[in-house]
Protein backbone atom coordinates (compact mmCIF):
# COMPACT_ATOMS: atom_id res chain seq x y z
CA UNK A 1 0.00 0.00 0.00
CA UNK A 2 2.92 2.01 0.99
CA UNK A 3 4.62 1.76 -2.35
CA UNK A 4 1.37 2.20 -4.19
CA UNK A 5 0.85 5.76 -2.57
CA UNK A 6 4.64 6.66 -3.01
CA UNK A 7 4.29 6.01 -6.84
CA UNK A 8 0.87 8.33 -7.05
CA UNK A 9 2.68 10.99 -5.37
CA UNK A 10 5.73 11.01 -7.54
CA UNK A 11 3.56 10.86 -10.58
CA UNK A 12 1.54 13.45 -9.49
CA UNK A 13 4.25 15.90 -9.47
CA UNK A 14 5.35 16.10 -5.85
CA UNK A 15 7.36 19.22 -5.12
CA UNK A 16 10.86 18.86 -5.21
CA UNK A 17 12.81 19.86 -1.97
CA UNK A 18 15.00 22.51 -2.53
CA UNK A 19 18.64 22.29 -2.38
CA UNK A 20 21.62 24.10 -0.73
CA UNK A 21 24.90 24.38 -2.49
CA UNK A 22 27.82 25.55 -1.11
CA UNK A 23 30.17 27.78 -4.12
CA UNK A 24 33.57 28.58 -4.23
CA UNK A 25 34.00 31.92 -5.73
CA UNK A 26 36.93 32.98 -4.36
CA UNK A 27 39.53 32.37 -7.73
CA UNK A 28 36.92 35.03 -9.14
CA UNK A 29 37.64 32.93 -12.31
CA UNK A 30 34.55 34.72 -15.07
CA UNK A 31 34.80 37.83 -13.80
CA UNK A 32 34.76 40.77 -15.00
CA UNK A 33 35.60 44.54 -15.08
CA UNK A 34 35.13 48.09 -15.81
CA UNK A 35 35.95 51.18 -14.41
CA UNK A 36 38.45 53.40 -13.00
CA UNK A 37 39.67 53.44 -9.76
CA UNK A 38 41.45 56.23 -7.79
CA UNK A 39 39.81 60.30 -7.63
CA UNK A 40 39.49 60.43 -11.61
CA UNK A 41 37.24 57.42 -11.79
CA UNK A 42 33.84 55.62 -9.73
CA UNK A 43 36.10 52.57 -8.64
CA UNK A 44 36.30 49.09 -10.54
CA UNK A 45 33.23 47.27 -11.23
CA UNK A 46 33.28 43.59 -11.16
CA UNK A 47 31.01 41.35 -11.92
CA UNK A 48 30.86 37.44 -11.56
CA UNK A 49 29.51 35.52 -14.39
CA UNK A 50 25.63 34.04 -14.18
CA UNK A 51 25.16 31.32 -11.60
CA UNK A 52 22.53 28.50 -12.43
CA UNK A 53 20.44 27.04 -9.25
CA UNK A 54 16.68 25.20 -8.91
CA UNK A 55 14.22 28.14 -7.77
CA UNK A 56 13.38 27.71 -4.29
CA UNK A 57 17.61 27.02 -3.89
CA UNK A 58 19.44 28.32 -0.86
CA UNK A 59 23.51 29.50 -2.19
CA UNK A 60 26.48 30.45 -0.18
CA UNK A 61 29.25 31.76 -2.07
CA UNK A 62 31.07 32.84 1.22
CA UNK A 63 31.83 36.49 2.19
CA UNK A 64 33.13 39.46 0.00
CA UNK A 65 35.25 42.13 1.36
CA UNK A 66 35.36 45.27 -0.83
CA UNK A 67 37.69 47.95 -0.27
CA UNK A 68 35.70 51.56 -1.28
CA UNK A 69 36.99 53.96 -4.22
CA UNK A 70 36.56 57.51 -2.78
CA UNK A 71 34.03 58.72 -4.96
CA UNK A 72 34.35 61.19 -7.10
CA UNK A 73 32.74 64.09 -8.30
CA UNK A 74 29.91 62.58 -11.18
CA UNK A 75 28.49 60.23 -8.19
CA UNK A 76 29.59 61.68 -5.18
CA UNK A 77 28.40 61.44 -1.38
CA UNK A 78 24.66 62.34 -0.39
CA UNK A 79 22.11 60.73 -2.87
CA UNK A 80 22.43 56.90 -2.79
CA UNK A 81 25.62 56.93 -0.90
CA UNK A 82 24.97 57.98 2.74
CA UNK A 83 27.19 60.79 3.44
CA UNK A 84 28.64 58.71 6.79
CA UNK A 85 30.02 56.48 4.12
CA UNK A 86 32.20 58.56 2.98
CA UNK A 87 35.65 57.84 4.59
CA UNK A 88 39.24 58.28 2.81
CA UNK A 89 38.18 55.24 0.79
CA UNK A 90 34.50 55.93 -0.01
CA UNK A 91 32.18 53.08 0.32
CA UNK A 92 31.69 49.93 -1.12
CA UNK A 93 28.85 48.72 -2.66
CA UNK A 94 27.24 45.65 -3.77
CA UNK A 95 24.43 44.37 -6.16
CA UNK A 96 22.96 40.72 -6.52
CA UNK A 97 21.07 40.38 -9.73
CA UNK A 98 18.63 37.62 -9.55
CA UNK A 99 17.91 35.97 -12.89
CA UNK A 100 14.37 35.19 -13.88
CA UNK A 101 13.94 31.91 -16.33
CA UNK A 102 17.48 32.48 -17.18
CA UNK A 103 17.02 36.86 -18.06
CA UNK A 104 18.40 39.38 -16.43
CA UNK A 105 21.99 40.81 -15.39
CA UNK A 106 24.62 41.71 -17.53
CA UNK A 107 26.85 40.38 -20.21
CA UNK A 108 30.09 42.75 -19.45
CA UNK A 109 30.34 44.91 -16.07
CA UNK A 110 28.54 48.09 -16.18
CA UNK A 111 31.02 51.32 -15.36
CA UNK A 112 28.89 52.45 -12.25
CA UNK A 113 26.92 50.49 -9.56
CA UNK A 114 25.30 53.48 -8.89
CA UNK A 115 22.79 53.10 -11.16
CA UNK A 116 21.20 50.06 -9.83
CA UNK A 117 20.43 50.84 -6.11
CA UNK A 118 23.25 48.48 -4.35
CA UNK A 119 24.19 48.43 -1.33
CA UNK A 120 26.77 50.65 0.57
CA UNK A 121 28.85 49.99 3.62
CA UNK A 122 31.32 51.58 4.97
CA UNK A 123 35.21 50.84 3.53
CA UNK A 124 36.26 47.76 4.11
CA UNK A 125 32.49 46.63 2.90
CA UNK A 126 31.84 42.81 4.37
CA UNK A 127 28.59 41.23 2.62
CA UNK A 128 27.72 37.80 3.17
CA UNK A 129 26.75 35.91 -0.52
CA UNK A 130 24.07 34.23 0.88
CA UNK A 131 20.68 33.60 -0.74
CA UNK A 132 17.83 31.63 -1.09
CA UNK A 133 16.39 32.04 -4.42
CA UNK A 134 12.34 33.12 -5.07
CA UNK A 135 10.47 30.74 -6.73
CA UNK A 136 10.76 32.47 -10.17
CA UNK A 137 14.59 33.17 -9.62
CA UNK A 138 16.71 30.25 -11.12
CA UNK A 139 20.00 32.12 -11.56
CA UNK A 140 21.90 35.09 -9.69
CA UNK A 141 24.79 37.07 -10.71
CA UNK A 142 26.87 39.30 -8.44
CA UNK A 143 28.57 42.95 -8.84
CA UNK A 144 31.06 44.91 -5.92
CA UNK A 145 32.06 48.45 -6.75
CA UNK A 146 35.45 49.38 -5.31
CA UNK A 147 39.49 49.34 -5.81
CA UNK A 148 39.79 45.72 -4.33
CA UNK A 149 37.65 42.56 -3.75
CA UNK A 150 38.49 39.62 -2.17
CA UNK A 151 36.20 36.54 -2.10
CA UNK A 152 36.27 34.17 1.55
CA UNK A 153 34.66 30.32 0.23
CA UNK A 154 31.82 29.39 1.96
CA UNK A 155 32.66 27.33 5.41
CA UNK A 156 32.08 23.79 4.85
CA UNK A 157 31.06 21.79 8.26
CA UNK A 158 31.35 17.95 7.65
CA UNK A 159 29.34 17.38 10.73
CA UNK A 160 26.22 16.48 8.96
CA UNK A 161 27.98 13.74 6.78
CA UNK A 162 29.84 12.26 9.99
CA UNK A 163 27.36 12.70 12.48
CA UNK A 164 25.70 9.43 12.03
CA UNK A 165 29.07 7.38 12.68
CA UNK A 166 29.71 9.61 15.63
CA UNK A 167 26.30 8.92 16.71
CA UNK A 168 27.27 5.32 16.08
CA UNK A 169 30.87 5.08 17.77
CA UNK A 170 29.07 7.22 20.61
CA UNK A 171 26.49 4.50 21.15
CA UNK A 172 28.95 1.20 20.94
CA UNK A 173 31.29 2.63 23.98
CA UNK A 174 28.05 3.59 25.88
CA UNK A 175 26.77 0.17 25.19
CA UNK A 176 29.82 -1.24 26.26
CA UNK A 177 30.63 1.06 29.10
CA UNK A 178 27.00 -0.63 30.64
CA UNK A 179 28.18 -3.84 30.06
CA UNK A 180 31.03 -3.68 32.17
CA UNK A 181 28.99 -1.83 34.80
CA UNK A 182 26.77 -4.92 34.94
CA UNK A 183 29.87 -7.35 35.70
CA UNK A 184 30.21 -8.40 31.87
CA UNK A 185 33.64 -9.09 30.53
CA UNK A 186 34.89 -9.00 27.24
CA UNK A 187 34.20 -12.51 26.77
CA UNK A 188 30.63 -12.34 27.38
CA UNK A 189 30.89 -10.54 23.85
CA UNK A 190 32.62 -13.40 22.61
CA UNK A 191 36.24 -11.51 22.12
CA UNK A 192 38.78 -13.40 23.70
CA UNK A 193 41.53 -12.38 25.93
CA UNK A 194 44.48 -11.09 23.75
Not at 31 to 37: H, I, K, L, Q, Y
Amino acid sequence: MKAKLVGALLALGWPAQAATHLVDISDMAGFTRNGVAGVAGNGIVWLSPKYYFGSGDTVDFGTATVIGDYPDGRSGCGGPIPPSYCTENGPAAFKPFFLVNGAGGFSTAPFDLSLYSPMFARSPGTFALLFTLGSEVNGIQLAFQGTSLSITPPLVTPIPGALPLFVSVLGLAGWLGWRRKAGGSATDLGLSPA
